[in-house]
């Protein structure tokens, strides 16, 4: 019966609203619009973390990643030197691996970029001369055959795993395994085929699509640690032993700390700074942080223009209030408590700003949906975005219907029966 | 005639009449502040209206008449005295407890009618019985029986702004009626109606009167309080003279 009385009272409510259905569109308006953009808000900041957690799924976050690089004195230098030497050792690779206890094992990496061939097909392609443990460390799908194996190392196979795009252009089908390329003028056999990673957002990933695995022995021995650039006319020799090393902790935990150690210990023997570390898991921590920051912006706009929705409800309920000072009048005559006329003005109220949450809720994912295609953000909706705005739009109604409502509530009823 | 008035279950709260009064006032004063200035609205009003009085209150305006029918109404409370309406003190009572009074005792009937104007005819006349809780099944039964004892069963989805000034007073009387009240209190109930129209508003309460119904009216007109039993002469806040049945 309760119930009952309820649902004649959300009638009449709606009624009363429909008396005016422009004022009541417009009024609802404000929480529409506010609703659907702490949506939309929501679900950029929601995008944006999912990309950066899938940015640092790609690069594992128990791994550190160190990369050589020209030193900067090189590369202000007006007079080219005819080699430049730069970059990781051998020994760096040895030194990681051996002295620090939380370092569970190291892969070393040389890049050598080199045309393979087969046939009268060509392709330029990025020698990634490796040991098997890459395989576990940038965990990729493989599409046909096998990865590198710790017996293609020590018996210095003539061996390469390629990528689907490599296989693709190389090899016509992309399953093919078995097949004989040159790399420089060396036999390679097609071991396998994996799926590499595409790079998203300016990620520093390891791996491309032009990559070329092969034993790090076999890359050592068939071209050796010096590489021939051609730019501009000019052929240009650098002598790099390691492009990059890729250190795997035992735990995310001992990550930074080792790091720290793993940098103070580089920084000694290559005072040129021609190396740089990167730590994923640093990456997120300051991505996490970043992102924080951004929800609270996004999400303090958000609420702002929420906010101008509920006093702008306010506003019209208290000139409703005014305009229905009679039938309050009445109402108490006839024997209503104040609290009947609150709850028949908050009823109004949240009646407006819950139909106004309804309608956000279904133009927020639309906004999320248009600010991805326009401005290439990713967005996705979380489902507590949603729950968070019905929330919120209820509780706009009653907090911004309670004033107006008290203020009918609390007309004395004589001078509501007289007022014209 | 039909009977105009009593669901079943009232029956026996008027078929045996009460011998005590339905409102009782013992020296009740009403006084205003208006800036430093005491008002005595009220100045000492002693009364007794028997249960199916048909009274009339008169009197010049600032006698105390409109203070007067607040008072009754429960709208207001006097600053001394006691007020007695059907045998329960209501001088005292707090807003909340005053509004209860007027849902189960009274009913008003107004100069300008009052009908809300959004609502239908028949949700105007079950108002009462929504604040008493009544099952909306029920109420709406209610409001046709009332609907028809008025003459307006035919206009029950009507907006007031549909009906002759009439037909909607018609209406308020029938609201004033829904919850059986022990007084109906009308404030120039034909204020604003036509002579031929006022006649008949004035028949409807005089046969209101007829089937037991305690009426007060507040008037300044002598051929409308002529309808009444007893009318009662009002002057600077005190009760001047009463003529006719007490």
Same mark, same amino acid.
Not at chain 2, 230 to 240: C, S
């Given at each position: 019966?309760?119930?009952?009385?309820?649902?004649?009272?959300?009638?009449?409510?709606?009624?009363?609203?429909?008396?005016?259905?422009?004022?009541?569109?417009?009024?609802?308006?404000?929480?529409?619009?506010?609703?659907?953009?702490?949506?939309?808000?929501?679900?950029?900041?929601?995008?944006?973390?999912?990309?950066?957690l899938e940015q640092i799924r790609k690069l594992g976050s128990t791994n550190i990643l160190i990369h050589s690089?020209?030193?900067?004195?090189?590369?202000?230098?007006?007079?080219?030197?005819?080699?430049?030497?730069?970059?990781?050792?051998?020994?760096?690779?040895?030194?990681?691996?051996?002295?620090?206890?939380?370092?569970?094992?190291?892969?070393?990496?040389?890049?050598?970029?080199?045309?393979?061939?087969?046939?009268?097909?060509?392709?330029?392609?990025?020698?990634?001369?490796?040991?098997?443990?890459?395989?576990?460390?940038?965990?990729?799908?493989?599409?046909?055959?096998?990865?590198?194996?710790?017996?293609?190392?020590?018996?210095?196979r003539n061996v390469v795993v390629l990528t689907e795009h490599g296989a693709r252009r190389l090899l016509a089908?992309?399953?093919?395994?078995?097949?004989?390329?040159?790399?420089?003028?060396?036999?390679?056999?097609?071991?396998?085929?994996?799926?590499?990673?595409?790079?998203?957002?300016?990620?520093?990933?390891?791996?491309?699509?032009?990559?070329?695995?092969?034993?790090?022995?076999?890359?050592?021995?068939?071209?050796?640690?010096?590489?021939?650039?051609?730019?501009?006319?000019?052929?240009?020799?650098?002598?790099?032993?390691?492009?990059?090393?890729?250190?795997?902790?035992?735990?995310?935990?001992?990550?930074?700390?080792?790091?720290?150690?793993?940098?103070?210990?580089?920084?000694?023997?290559?005072?040129?700074?021609?190396?740089?570390?990167?730590?994923?898991?640093?990456?997120?921590?300051?991505?996490?942080?970043?992102?924080?920051?951004?929800?609270?912006?996004?999400?303090?706009?958000?609420?702002?223009?929420?906010?101008?929705?509920?006093?702008?409800?306010?506003?019209?309920?208290?000139?409703?209030?005014?305009?229905?000072?009679?039938?309050?009048?009445?109402?108490?005559?006839?024997?209503?408590?104040?609290?009947?006329?609150?709850?028949?003005?908050?009823?109004?109220?949240?009646?407006?700003?819950?139909?106004?949450?309804?309608?956000?809720?279904?133009?927020?994912?639309?906004?999320?949906?248009?600010?991805?295609?326009?401005?290439?953000?990713?967005?996705?909706?979380?489902?507590?975005?949603?729950?968070?705005?019905?929330?919120?739009?209820?509780?706009?109604?009653?907090?911004?219907?309670?004033?107006?409502?008290?203020?009918?509530?609390?007309?004395?009823?004589?001078?509501?029966?007289?007022?014209? | 005639?039909?009977?105009?008035?009593?669901?079943?279950?009232?029956?026996?709260?008027?078929?045996?009449?009460?011998?005590?009064? @339905?409102? =009782? !006032?013992?020296?009740?004063?009403?006084?205003?502040?208006?800036? *430093?200035? #005491?008002?005595?609205? $009220?100045? %000492?009003v002693t009364l007794r209206i028997p249960r199916a009085g048909y009274w009339a209150i008169m009197g010049p305006?600032?006698?105390?008449?409109?203070?007067?029918?607040?008072?009754?109404?429960?709208?207001?409370?006097?600053?001394?005295?006691?007020?007695?309406?059907?045998?329960?003190?209501?001088?005292?009572?707090?807003?909340?407890?005053?509004?209860?009074?007027?849902?189960?005792?009274?009913?008003?009937?107004?100069?300008?009618?009052?009908?809300?104007?959004?609502?239908?005819?028949?949700?105007?006349?079950?108002?009462?019985?929504?604040?008493?809780?009544?099952?909306?099944?029920?109420?709406?039964?209610? @409001?046709? =029986? !009332?609907?028809?004892?008025?003459?307006?069963?035919?206009?029950? *989805?009507? #907006?007031?702004?549909? $009906?002759? %000034?009439?037909?909607?007073?018609?209406?308020?009387?029938?609201?004033?009626?829904?919850?059986?009240?022990?007084?109906?209190?009308?404030?120039?109930?034909?204020?604003?109606?036509?002579?031929?129209?006022?006649?008949?508003?004035?028949?409807?309460?005089?046969?209101?009167?007829?089937?037991?119904?305690?009426?007060?009216?507040?008037?300044?007109?002598?051929?409308?309080?002529?309808?009444?039993?007893?009318?009662?002469?009002?002057?600077?806040?005190?009760?001047?003279?009463?003529?006719?049945?007490?």
């Amino acid at each position: 019966m309760y119930t009952g009385r309820l649902i004649r009272n959300i009638r009449m409510g709606i009624k009363t609203l429909l008396l005016h259905k422009l004022r009541s569109a417009l009024t609802m308006l404000g929480v529409v619009f506010g609703v659907g953009s702490v949506i939309a808000m929501l679900s950029v900041g929601e995008g944006a973390s999912q990309q950066a957690l899938e940015q640092i799924r790609k690069l594992g976050s128990t791994n550190i990643l160190i990369h050589s690089t020209r030193p900067t004195d090189e590369q202000t230098d007006g007079q080219r030197r005819r080699i430049s030497i730069f970059g990781l050792h051998y020994d760096d690779d040895l030194r990681i691996r051996e002295s620090f206890p939380d370092v569970l094992r190291t892969v070393p990496v040389k890049q050598i970029p080199m045309e393979g061939r087969l046939g009268s097909r060509s392709l330029d392609l990025r020698i990634v001369a490796t040991t098997s443990d890459w395989f576990d460390l940038v965990p990729r799908r493989i599409i046909a055959g096998r990865t590198l194996n710790a017996s293609d190392d020590d018996q210095r196979r003539n061996v390469v795993v390629l990528t689907e795009h490599g296989a693709r252009r190389l090899l016509a089908t992309a399953s093919t395994v078995g097949e004989t390329i040159r790399l420089g003028g060396n036999a390679f056999r097609v071991v396998g085929i994996i799926r590499n990673e595409e790079a998203v957002g300016g990620a520093q990933i390891p791996d491309s699509r032009i990559d070329a695995y092969i034993p790090l022995e076999v890359g050592k021995e068939r071209f050796g640690d010096i590489i021939l650039r051609r730019s501009a006319g000019q052929t240009e020799r650098e002598l790099v032993e390691l492009h990059s090393i890729i250190v795997e902790v035992r735990s995310v935990d001992a990550v930074e700390r080792t790091a720290e150690a793993i940098e103070r210990m580089l920084s000694t023997w290559h005072p040129r700074g021609d190396y740089e570390m990167n730590v994923p898991l640093a990456l997120l921590r300051q991505a996490e942080e970043q992102q924080r920051i951004w929800n609270w912006t996004l999400g303090s706009v958000a609420g702002i223009s929420l906010l101008v929705g509920g006093i702008g409800i306010m506003n019209i309920m208290l000139a409703s209030v005014t305009e229905r000072t009679r039938e309050i009048g009445i109402r108490r005559a006839i024997g209503a408590r104040k609290r009947q006329i609150v709850a028949q003005f908050l009823i109004e109220t949240v009646v407006l700003a819950a139909l106004g949450g309804l309608i956000g809720i279904l133009l927020g994912p639309l906004l999320a949906v248009v600010i991805r295609e326009f401005s290439g953000i990713p967005t996705i909706v979380p489902a507590y975005a949603v729950i968070l705005s019905v929330g919120i739009s209820m509780v706009v109604g009653i907090v911004f219907g309670l004033y107006p409502a008290a203020r009918a509530a609390n007309l004395d009823p004589i001078q509501a029966l007289r007022h014209e | 005639m039909t009977r105009l008035l009593n669901p079943p279950e009232a029956e026996p709260a008027t078929s045996q009449p009460a011998p005590g009064a @339905a409102i =009782e !006032l013992d020296d009740v004063r009403k006084v205003y502040l208006m800036g *430093n200035e #005491r008002v005595n609205a $009220l100045a %000492g009003v002693t009364l007794r209206i028997p249960r199916a009085g048909y009274w009339a209150i008169m009197g010049p305006s600032g006698s105390g008449k409109s203070t007067m029918l607040n008072l009754l109404g429960c709208l207001d409370r006097p600053t001394s005295g006691r007020y007695l309406l059907a045998g329960q003190d209501v001088s005292r009572l707090d807003d909340d407890q005053l509004s209860g009074i007027r849902l189960q005792k009274l009913g008003f009937v107004f100069q300008s009618f009052n009908l809300i104007a959004q609502l239908s005819v028949q949700e105007n006349i079950e108002l009462p019985l929504q604040y008493l809780g009544w099952e909306p099944g029920r109420a709406k039964d209610r @409001a046709a =029986e !009332l609907a028809s004892l008025v003459g307006l069963a035919d206009r029950l *989805n009507h #907006r007031p702004r549909e $009906l002759s %000034g009439g037909q909607q007073q018609r209406v308020a009387i029938a609201r004033s009626l829904a919850n059986d009240p022990e007084v109906i209190l009308a404030d120039e109930p034909t204020g604003n109606l036509d002579s031929v129209t006022s006649r008949q508003i004035m028949e409807l309460l005089t046969r209101l009167h007829g089937e037991g119904k305690t009426i007060i009216l507040v008037t300044h007109e002598r051929d409308i309080a002529a309808y009444s039993r007893t009318q009662l002469h009002m002057k600077d806040g005190l009760v001047d003279s009463i003529e006719g049945e007490q």
